[in-house]
């Protein structure tokens, strides 16, 4: 049988004979046929082997032909004779390879035999695939999820193709892995057959099951048939494109096709495929690969991966990749920089490489930092992860670990997220994995240095000293000075050659040389340099190989610094005088050896390579020391910049605790933590700072801190539960510790979380009471105090921590040590305020209080503690301790008013007593105050008595305040809630008052019946008993003849005659007092705000003025239509020059304007300048204020006209800096399309009433903040004459000019870019030829006045002057916010014509219209007598008046704080 199969590139060339020798199938049988002659040719194979292929080919090639009518069945029995056939020929071919060759008959067929079976192979892999990777209807209906979809295919098919598709695979690996070559003549295999296997083989790859763990052993069997075909039949040019072609278009093949080059490269040692491939995508140009974004990504996966599998064989390759870092898409720079890391990682990680592969290394690593400033966020965070892989996997060479921690420190201030994170990241593992120390103390780091770099300095004179004999280093120094010195001659003897032909021609002396020498020298060393600064110089000059410049100015310097010289002089072997030894130039040339020698080996920046080279040198005695020494300071010097530089990273990291991105907060959280545990100082400022966190709404932010407390606070090493819990208490004292006032408030939420968690178990509470009653030795005072208070705020989650230990607080907190310790008194109070019950939830009726008899220890304690230290003047601590123990009287108390009712009257009596016993016989006492009216002299040696009378009355107006605070709040809530509780307790008996008196309320009206059918009985009780307490609050605590009646007047005259009572402390105490009475009476407090405004502007105390302003916020929630009139005032204390003051302005008027307290007007203008205040806590409170009013539906754009006319105003305003600043953070709330479209019209009609070049430029500026569709500019044309004259001026026409650019850029990104275009080009036109007519007219004008200057000035007549003057003048018009002791009297002019429309550049909430609306008349002529009244200081209190202001025919009334004239 003499023919040649041809392998097909379609089946039905099988069909068609075009050559002679050619196979051809005869017949193709029917799906009849096909089972009978399948059995037939199972049963020749038994007995004839694979050459039963040759004659019943045509049997297997009938089934790829009907396989779309054949049953499932039919085709696995056709698969499996298939595969018997391969592995029955693989076993032939491998016994006859082996032996003598083949005749040419024999090789024919044989050849004939690989060509067939290998096609039916191919083929009906291919088609079984394909029809496994269909799934039937049943499973798109039932199958959920691979595995069930794969169990139900073996179950309707009988067959496990993931199986079976193994099976035929091996078969086909078997059989090319024979040495199949020796069949073709010439021993090259056709092209068509490698394509057919590779096909196959690459098909196979496109499943998207191929990527799955279950196809492991497939791939592997598939890499290897490619690894084969590539080294044994020449495919890897076509392997390398191929394998390309399918990663740009198949995503989940990067990694199973980098597992086929790993076996082509490594096990079967072909480099060119990986050669070939990296340079084709080398060749990829930047334009291809930004449009096909997903076949760049799928590359950049590949290559990636590649480098992860085997680095050492792409490192020789990288040539070919480098030029994508400079490309245009990020994708392929992150593709490199992956490559270059897993490079590093893997390759570059030795100790041991040499000077060219040290170079390769540094070239990666300066690429790396390079592109941490990558204009692509991406690629800086992906190189942020690669310097993070690089770390951990302790690949980072010591002479970068420095300069990296300083890079990753300027992108701690990215403005990308992502970046931001890698950076948290990448300095936290910084630390972690740092080579330096497991604690870093910055300070101590630094003495050590110091000290160590000072003992080897002093090591190196001495080696000098003795002439470096047996130091290597001194003696390599020595070789390098003698060549040194050997040049410096020879330029020395060249110079002074052509000196000596210059002097012979021009037949000058020794002397003018001299000379020469001396103004050489004077012009080298100026007045500015000193001993050092010309030491480095000549150093820097013998660095540079200048020879003659550098004896030139060590001569210098040894004439200008003699006493340099002197010990090179002294040691020189002569002894001539000094004076001559300068002039020697051998004795210059001995100063500038011992300088090189001296500033060589003192230099400490030695390289790691040549300490490491030192140190290995046997040495002994003083060089191995010195060398020793050497190694240490290096080191120190390297640990103490690692610590300086990440050091400045704590500040930044502060900030970013406060970040609205989760990511942020989680990231700097973690390295504090890492921080703390390494000991760094600064780290304690980011630990207080994390605190607050314990409030916030994410969940992630507030576990997170909770975990971080628990491993810095809650994670000891100890050996039993005692020592764990000792150290537990101790570390929490630690954080107790110098906390504020906020952070208590937030130590006390970490401490109830700790407590609910379990963290905090019995045995350390048993430890903290044991602290606190100091039973545990070593334990001091402070310690005590920090006990129980943990203590309290352990309560706060659990009572009976304290419920159970109310007689040791007595006996410890308010024992005897509390009579002396006021600290621990305030906070055992602390702690007795928990034993109330817990807060009730809205709506639910309050349970029965804990409440403790009048006579119980603890009331008579505190009493006994108050009264006794009333008079310890020393002690600062009573105040708040009174405040404390008030508020625990009346929370625990049965009768509070008649435990304080007590207190106050003793110490009274107290202050009166002290006051008589001090007070000297002869001085006058004024009866209303009981005090001195003479304030002693600092010569008086009643000084000191009068100053502790004050001190005492300090207190007593203070605990009077706290009473009558505390009493109010006692009635409005305790009292009413317990009202309410046994109304309800009546209720839910079934015994209700209008049960009871049934009989009695017979002749009741209807009404009430009905009432008490609807349930209003109850509201009406309710509303009842409220109004009782407030009359009650009102008339019978500070007013009224009560203890706190009469002192009602003292506090009023402490608080007016601040001149008499000059006490700083005093007056804070009288006006917190005052405050606090106010609070509780609204007849008390409208006969005293005029006094309490009066002390806020005129007191010189900016600590009274903070507390007035709380107070004033407290007053407007109580009493807030008797406050309004007064806001004013409160606005102008944001203008204070205290921070404090500006700072609690902003965060009570921020309270009132976002609870809807106060209404949002003009005087919003001074909230906008916070935005811009020097101090960073006030700038970022504005922010937050305005960001949240944003969110109160059109509020920003409701305040924006009048915002912008007060700030641009240049009387009243800001500069025009800080204006942008403000209206560029303010316009960024404005983005509705609506509110850009009327606030551009607004805001050109105002262009017609600026009044100076200012507001021209503030107004356009606006206009360039709003964004612009074609509504927006149909309105910027309309009202183009508006702005029209004004665009002469640079900087205006440049704002018009950025909205057109703008607007252009936008327009080209959006649908309607269209019919924006010409509107654009109109306005652009339009904006040009008005800005040129306006630079001509001033050129005009300019010419024309010289021109005048030049001929005779024209007479100008009395009418003109005054037409001109008129025009000049402008029209100002008032606001009703502008109510402001500073505010300028309006004068106006006064005429019998008719008023003209006017316009105010001023605005207020009612002047909206007026001012936008041009053609309007303004009938504002009438002229207010109290407007022109001038503020005049006072001592007397304010007074406030009502103003009287007619606009559009209608009179409203509004307040003014003027200052009474003394009469």
């Given at each position: 049988m003499t023919f040649e199969f041809l392998i097909p590139v379609a089946r039905d060339d099988l069909l068609n004979k075009t050559n002679v020798s050619q196979f051809v199938v005869d017949e193709v049988l029917s799906p009849r046929e096909l089972p009978g002659a399948l059995h037939e040719l199972k049963t020749n194979l038994r007995t004839h082997g694979a050459r039963v292929i040759l004659e019943n080919f045509d049997v297997l090639f009938s089934v790829l032909c009907l396989q779309r009518d054949l049953a499932h069945e039919l085709k696995e029995d056709a698969w499996e004779l298939v595969v018997n056939i391969a592995k029955s020929l693989s076993n032939d071919l491998a016994n006859i390879l082996e032996d003598e060759p083949p005749v040419a008959e024999e090789k024919r067929n044989n050849l004939n035999m690989v060509k067939m079976v290998c096609y039916l192979l191919c083929q009906y892999m291919e088609m079984l695939d394909a029809d496994d990777s269909k799934p039937s209807a049943t499973q798109l209906v039932n199958a959920k999820g691979r595995a069930k979809t794969s169990k139900m295919k073996k179950a309707s098919t009988g067959m496990d193709w993931d199986e079976e598709r193994g099976v035929g695979l091996k078969a086909l690996l078997h059989l090319v892995s024979l040495n199949l070559h020796r069949l073709w003549d010439p021993p090259i295999p056709d092209e068509e057959f490698v394509n057919l296997v590779t096909n196959c083989c690459y098909k196979l790859f496109e499943n998207p099951g191929m990527s799955y763990a279950s196809a492991m052993e497939t791939r592997q069997v598939m890499n290897r048939i490619l690894a084969v075909m590539v080294k044994s039949y020449n495919h890897s040019l076509g392997c390398s494109l191929k394998l390309v072609q399918l990663v740009q278009h198949f995503e989940h093949l990067a990694v199973p096709l980098a597992q086929t080059l790993q076996v082509i490269t490594e096990e079967f040692g072909v480099k060119t495929v990986l050669c070939e491939i990296t340079r084709e995508i080398g060749r990829l140009a930047p334009e291809d690969a930004a449009k096909d974004s997903s076949g760049t990504r799928n590359c950049s996966t590949f290559l990636v991966e590649i480098a992860d599998r085997i680095p050492a064989y792409v490192l020789p390759n990288m040539s070919l990749l480098l030029c994508h870092l400079d490309s245009e898409p990020y994708i392929m720079r992150n593709c490199v920089l992956g490559v270059i890391g897993e490079i590093l990682m893997k390759v570059l990680n030795k100790d041991s490489l040499d000077d060219k592969t040290k170079a390769t290394r540094d070239q990666f690593l300066d690429n790396l930092e390079d592109h941490v400033h990558d204009t692509n966020a991406y690629v800086r965070s992906k190189c942020l992860q690669i310097w993070i892989a690089i770390v951990n996997e302790k690949c980072l060479p010591l002479s970068r670990q420095v300069s990296l921690t300083t890079l990753v420190v300027g992108r701690l201030q990215d403005k990308s997220s992502s970046v931001r994170k890698q950076a948290l990241q990448l300095i936290t593992n910084l630390f972690k994995c740092n080579p330096y120390a497991a604690k870093f103390s910055v300070k101590e780091l630094e003495q050590s240095y110091e000290s160590e770099a000072e003992k080897l300095k002093q090591m190196m004179r001495e080696e000098v000293e003795n002439g470096g004999q047996g130091n290597p280093m001194m003696e390599k120094l020595e070789t390098e000075w003698q060549t040194m010195e050997i040049k410096i001659n020879e330029a020395l003897l060249d110079e002074g050659e052509s000196q000596d032909t210059e002097k012979a021609e021009s037949g000058d002396e020794e002397e003018e040389g001299s000379q020469k020498q001396i103004k050489t020298s004077d012009a080298v060393i100026t007045d500015e340099d000193n001993l050092d600064s010309v030491t480095a110089r000549v150093m820097s000059l013998l660095k540079e190989e200048k020879w003659c410049a550098a004896h030139k100015l060590m001569t210098a310097m040894v004439m200008t610094y003699p006493d340099s010289s002197k010990e090179a002089s002294q040691e020189s072997e002569r002894t001539d005088s000094q004076e001559s030894s300068q002039e020697d130039g051998t004795n210059i040339i001995q100063c500038l050896k011992k300088l090189f020698l001296r500033q060589k080996s003192i230099n400490l920046e030695l390289s790691e390579d040549a300490i490491q080279s030192q140190m290995s040198e046997d040495q002994c005695g003083a060089v191995s020391d010195m060398s020793k020494q050497q190694v240490l300071v290096w080191y120190l010097r390297d640990t103490l910049a690692f610590g300086v530089e990440t050091e400045k990273a704590f500040p930044i990291i502060c900030r970013l605790l406060g970040s609205e991105n989760v990511s942020d907060v989680l990231g700097a959280v973690d390295f504090f933590v890492t921080g703390f545990k390494f000991g760094l100082s600064s780290a304690m400022q980011g630990v207080r700072r994390m605190l607050p966190l314990i409030w916030s709404k994410e969940s992630g932010v507030k576990d997170a801190v909770v975990d971080a407390y628990k491993k810095m606070y809650l994670s000891p090493e100890g050996n039993s539960q005692r020592a764990c819990a000792l150290a537990i208490v101790k570390n929490l004292t630690a954080l107790s510790y110098g906390v504020t006032i906020g952070d208590l408030t937030s130590l006390e939420g970490l401490m109830m979380e700790l407590m609910k968690t379990g963290d905090l178990n019995s045995t350390v509470m048993k430890i903290l009471w044991e602290r606190f009653t100091l039973k545990i030795p070593d334990?001091?005072?402070?310690?005590?105090?920090?006990?129980?208070?943990?203590?309290?705020?352990?309560?706060?989650?659990?009572?009976?921590?304290?419920?159970?230990?109310?007689?040791?607080?007595?006996?410890?907190?308010?024992?005897?040590?509390?009579?002396?310790?006021?600290?621990?008194?305030?906070?055992?109070?602390?702690?007795?305020?928990?034993?109330?019950?817990?807060?009730?939830?809205?709506?639910?009726?309050?349970?029965?209080?804990?409440?403790?008899?009048?006579?119980?220890?603890?009331?008579?304690?505190?009493?006994?503690?108050?009264?006794?230290?009333?008079?310890?003047?020393?002690?600062?601590?009573?105040?708040?301790?009174?405040?404390?123990?008030?508020?625990?009287?009346?929370?625990?108390?049965?009768?509070?008013?008649?435990?304080?009712?007590?207190?106050?009257?003793?110490?009274?009596?107290?202050?009166?007593?002290?006051?008589?016993?001090?007070?000297?016989?002869?001085?006058?006492?004024?009866?209303?105050?009981?005090?001195?009216?003479?304030?002693?002299?600092?010569?008086?040696?009643?000084?000191?008595?009068?100053?502790?009378?004050?001190?005492?009355?300090?207190?007593?107006?203070?605990?009077?305040?706290?009473?009558?605070?505390?009493?109010?709040?006692?009635?409005?809530?305790?009292?009413?809630?317990?009202?309410?509780?046994?109304?309800?307790?009546?209720?839910?008996?079934?015994?209700?008052?209008?049960?009871?008196?049934?009989?009695?309320?017979?002749?009741?009206?209807?009404?009430?019946?009905?009432?008490?059918?609807?349930?209003?009985?109850?509201?009406?009780?309710?509303?009842?008993?409220?109004?009782?307490?407030?009359?009650?609050?009102?008339?019978?605590?500070?007013?009224?003849?009560?203890?706190?009646?009469?002192?009602?007047?003292?506090?009023?005259?402490?608080?007016?005659?601040?001149?008499?009572?000059?006490?700083?402390?005093?007056?804070?105490?009288?006006?917190?007092?005052?405050?606090?009475?106010?609070?509780?009476?609204?007849?008390?407090?409208?006969?005293?705000?005029?006094?309490?405004?009066?002390?806020?502007?005129?007191?010189?105390?900016?600590?009274?003025?903070?507390?007035?302003?709380?107070?004033?916020?407290?007053?407007?929630?109580?009493?807030?239509?008797?406050?309004?009139?007064?806001?004013?005032?409160?606005?102008?204390?944001?203008?204070?020059?205290?921070?404090?003051?500006?700072?609690?302005?902003?965060?009570?008027?921020?309270?009132?304007?976002?609870?809807?307290?106060?209404?949002?007007?003009?005087?919003?203008?001074?909230?906008?300048?916070?935005?811009?205040?020097?101090?960073?806590?006030?700038?970022?409170?504005?922010?937050?204020?305005?960001?949240?009013?944003?969110?109160?539906?059109?509020?920003?754009?409701?305040?924006?006209?009048?915002?912008?006319?007060?700030?641009?105003?240049?009387?009243?305003?800001?500069?025009?800096?800080?204006?942008?600043?403000?209206?560029?953070?303010?316009?960024?709330?404005?983005?509705?399309?609506?509110?850009?479209?009327?606030?551009?019209?607004?805001?050109?009609?105002?262009?017609?009433?600026?009044?100076?070049?200012?507001q021209w430029r503030d107004l356009s500026f606006c206009l360039s903040m709003l964004s612009y569709n074609e509504k927006s500019l149909r309105k910027l044309q309309e009202n183009f004459m508006c702005f029209a004259d004004k665009l002469a001026d640079d900087d205006v026409y440049s704002c018009f000019v950025s909205i057109i650019s703008k607007t252009q850029s936008i327009s080209k990104l959006g649908p309607k870019a269209t019919a924006v275009a010409p509107l654009l080009t109109e306005l652009e036109e339009r904006l040009e030829r008005c800005h040129n007519k306006g630079m001509e007219d001033d050129e005009i004008a300019q010419k024309a006045s010289q021109a005048s200057q030049k001929g005779k000035t024209p007479h100008k007549t009395p009418a003109r002057k005054g037409k001109a003057g008129r025009r000049a003048k402008k029209v100002i018009s008032d606001s009703e916010d502008d109510e402001d002791e500073n505010k300028t009297p309006i004068v106006r002019r006064q005429t019998q014509r008719k008023a003209k429309p006017k316009v105010s550049f001023d605005s207020d909430e009612e002047s909206d219209l007026e001012l936008f609306d041009l053609d309007k008349s303004c009938t504002e002529d009438s002229q207010e007598s109290a407007s022109q009244k001038t503020l005049e200081s006072s001592d007397e209190d304010l007074v406030p008046v009502k103003k009287q202001s007619t606009r559009g025919g209608k009179k409203k009334s509004r307040p003014l704080l003027i200052v009474n004239s003394p009469r």
């Open positions: 334990t001091s005072a402070e310690d005590s105090r920090s006990a129980i208070l943990l203590l309290s705020m352990a309560a706060g989650a659990d009572n009976t921590v304290v419920r159970s230990n109310i007689n040791v607080m007595v006996s410890e907190g308010l024992g005897p040590r509390a009579e002396s310790d006021f600290i621990l008194a305030r906070d055992t109070c602390l702690a007795l305020l928990k034993l109330s019950n817990s807060k009730r939830m809205k709506g639910q009726v309050a349970s029965k209080p804990f409440r403790l008899p009048q006579d119980h220890e603890i009331f008579t304690r505190l009493s006994h503690i108050l009264v006794k230290g009333v008079d310890d003047t020393e002690n600062r601590y009573w105040i708040p301790l009174a405040e404390q123990a008030v508020k625990v009287i009346y929370k625990l108390s049965n009768h509070p008013d008649t435990v304080c009712g007590e207190i106050i009257r003793k110490v009274i009596n107290e202050f009166q007593r002290i006051n008589e016993a001090d007070k000297p016989s002869d001085t006058p006492v004024d009866t209303a105050s009981d005090t001195p009216t003479d304030t002693p002299t600092e010569d008086d040696p009643s000084a000191s008595v009068s100053q502790k009378s004050v001190v005492v009355l300090t207190r007593v107006l203070s605990l009077a305040g706290q009473v009558a605070f505390s009493q109010m709040v006692y009635l409005e809530s305790d009292v009413l809630d317990e009202l309410k509780r046994r109304r309800a307790g009546k209720e839910d008996s079934g015994v209700t008052p209008a049960r009871k008196n049934k009989n009695k309320a017979r002749e009741s009206s209807t009404s009430e019946g009905i009432e008490e059918e609807l349930g209003l009985a109850g509201a009406a009780a309710e509303d009842a008993e409220a109004e009782y307490i407030r009359k009650v609050c009102e008339r019978d605590i500070v007013t009224g003849k009560t203890l706190l009646g009469a002192l009602a007047p003292v506090i009023v005259a402490v608080c007016t005659n601040q001149a008499k009572y000059t006490d700083p402390e005093l007056q804070s105490a009288a006006s917190l007092a005052l405050s606090k009475f106010m609070m509780v009476s609204s007849e008390f407090c409208d006969t005293n705000l005029q006094l309490l405004f009066t002390i806020l502007e005129k007191t010189s105390h900016a600590t009274i003025r903070a507390n007035i302003i709380i107070a004033l916020g407290d007053l407007t929630f109580r009493f807030p239509n008797m406050i309004e009139p007064w806001t004013p005032r409160i606005y102008a204390r944001l203008r204070d020059e205290s921070t404090l003051v500006r700072q609690n302005t902003l965060q009570v008027l921020t309270h009132l304007i976002l609870d809807d307290m106060v209404k949002v007007k003009g005087q919003i203008s001074e909230m906008a300048t916070c935005l811009v205040d020097h101090n960073e806590k006030i700038s970022s409170s504005a922010k937050i204020f305005f960001t949240e009013l944003s969110k109160k539906g059109n509020a920003i754009y409701n305040i924006m006209p009048d915002l912008i006319s007060r700030l641009s105003d240049p009387d009243v305003g800001v500069d025009e800096d800080h204006f942008r600043t403000i209206l560029r953070y303010l316009f960024a709330f404005i983005q509705k399309d609506r509110q850009c479209e009327s606030l551009v019209e607004k805001l050109c009609q105002r262009f017609r009433a600026a009044r100076n070049e200012r």
